[in-house]
């Protein structure tokens, strides 16, 4: 696996890693590398080189006898070459071996952080509340604080239960004052009823005596007319006579 970078931090960290190739792309260059073992672009591919001088010494095998110091010599040189071509696939199983680690230590570290980060976003909320509880505390204390300085500005209990006290009697009187006063009020009420009774009683008594004082005078003028009627009729009687 070709691996660009990675970077690993703290607590909360993140892990960035980048590739050069896919999962699919990567297999396909492996498969490459193993069957060609090129490493550079000039020379012959070693699986090329090892499937010739395999080729040669079969070839000198099938022949008739009396080679075998050629056979040998071929076989020896296959044998090279074969723990040429061995070397790098030792190498490169170490290498998957080794990327195999680390990928295993990768995930590992990934779990690891992920868990942190877990935590991590657990302790934020943890304290985000907190923080809430906080300032709603604070807010509590800042009201008491604010209602004790209030108190702070009142007198003491003493002078102030000494007010409510003389308050208190104030409103006995006021209230003693009022009755005393609706009292006094109903008297008048009673007083002045009786007074335009008196009153009333009084104007009637008038009415009737200026009406018996007409009526005395009416018949007063009326008796004096008769009588002044009478004496004129005996004056003329004594005429006649």
């Known amino acids: 696996m070709l691996v660009k970078g990675r970077k690993v931090s703290g607590r909360g960290e993140a892990v960035t890693a980048n590739y050069a190739f896919g999962p699919h792309e990567e297999d396909v260059i492996i ?21 010739k001088k395999f080729t040669t010494f079969v070839l000198e095998v099938e022949k008739d006898a009396g080679h075998y110091g050629d056979c040998e010599k071929l076989a020896k040189a296959f044998l090279q070459e074969l723990s040429t071509f061995e070397i790098p696939l030792l190498k490169s199983k170490a290498v998957v071996d080794a990327n195999i680690r680390e990928k295993e230590n990768f995930n590992e570290l990934k779990d690891d952080i992920n868990r942190q980060i877990v935590q ?15 300032k709603i505390e604070r807010q509590h204390k800042e009201e008491c604080e604010a209602i004790r300085k209030l108190i702070a500005t009142q007198p003491p209990r003493s002078e102030t239960q000494k007010l409510i006290t003389e308050l208190e ?43 018996s004082l007409v009526e005395e005078m009416r018949l007063a003028t009326e008796e004096q007319k008769n009588g002044i009627e009478d004496a004129s009729g005996g004056s003329d009687a004594m005429a006649v006579d």
């Open 31 to 51: 498969k490459h590398r193993l069957l060609t073992r090129t490493t550079t672009t000039r020379g012959e591919p070693p699986l090329k080189k090892l499937q």
């Open 120 to 134: 991590a976003q657990a302790d934020i909320e943890d304290l985000k509340k907190q923080l809430v509880e906080s």
């Open 169 to 211: 009697k104030e409103i006995a009187a006021l209230d003693a004052e009022n009755t005393a006063g609706s009292r006094l009020l109903e008297l008048r009420k009673k007083q002045f009823a009786l007074l335009l009774h008196v009153v009333d009683e009084l104007q009637n008594t008038i009415e009737e005596e200026q009406k």
